[in-house]
């Protein structure tokens, strides 16, 4: 059953594309659903492709509804199974991201999901565009938890380097602790890279990589995503 009264909001977040973090977003949140936990996933990149991943129709309205409209979660809410729901993307987000961010503009999200619609969700999870934009603050702003897939790709590494500093100057804006993970994904099967690299990542970064790795394979590992969200729910690290 679910826990009453949890709340968690985890932003999925990497400042490159391409490194799973759409699929681990859905993957979690299905997962999460047959806990029993009640989610709801919000697809706050206009790429909208956690939207794509449910075939929700691309001119299905969503975040830029009520970001930008102030329209009411319950008009664009859809009920994907009985304890997961989603709210896509829609068509004009990327008109809301290309606005200067600010203060005001930064909390909205914020404000959204501390309201009084939202006390029967358990666990929120965002699948997130880069950092550096208004939508990348106000998930910032907004989350509990920080959660950033790793694989050894040059360019994963990078974005994610990239977003250290950045993190750390709109945390400041914060008036509690952001719980900042990261996932090891898309590595390799099959050979001890996978352990030499989560142990040189946790030299850097202690106590922030979770144990479960998701391995490159096409199809998902319902037993791996069962482990990471019990990794994300009971805070365990390396």
Not at 86 to 112: F, V
Not at 165 to 189: G, I, M, T
Request: aromatic share 4%; proline share 4%; net charge neutral.
């Amino acid at each position: 059953m679910a826990k009453q009264g949890a709340k968690r909001i985890i932003a999925v977040m990497n400042q490159t594309h391409d490194v799973g973090k759409t699929t681990i977003t859905a993957n979690l949140g299905i997962t999460l659903a047959e806990m029993g936990y009640r989610v709801l996933m919000l697809d706050l990149d206009p790429q909208a492709d956690l939207s794509r991943q449910f075939k929700v129709p691309e001119n299905q309205n969503g975040m830029e509804q009520i970001l930008i409209h102030a329209s009411s979660i319950d008009e664009v809410i859809l009920p994907l199974t009985e304890h997961l729901s989603l709210i896509s993307s829609g068509p004009n987000l990327a008109i809301y991201e290309q606005q200067r961010p600010n203060i005001k503009l930064g909390i909205q999200l914020k404000q959204l999901l501390t309201s009084t619609t939202l006390l029967d969700v358990d666990i929120i999870l965002m699948d997130c565009a880069a950092l550096s934009g208004l939508l990348g603050t106000n998930a910032v702003l907004a989350a509990t938890d920080m959660l950033i897939p790793v694989s050894a790709e040059h360019g994963t590494l990078r974005g994610m380097i990239k977003m250290l500093p950045v993190l750390q100057r709109v945390s400041k804006l914060r008036n509690d602790s952001l719980r900042l993970w990261l996932c090891l994904n898309k590595l390799p099967d099959g050979s001890d890279f996978a352990y030499q690299f989560g142990n040189l990542l946790t030299q850097y970064f202690p106590k922030r990589v979770l144990k479960t790795v998701i391995y490159d394979s096409e199809s998902a590992n319902p037993a791996d995503y069962l482990s990471l969200a019990n990794d994300l729910l009971m805070g365990r690290v390396n």
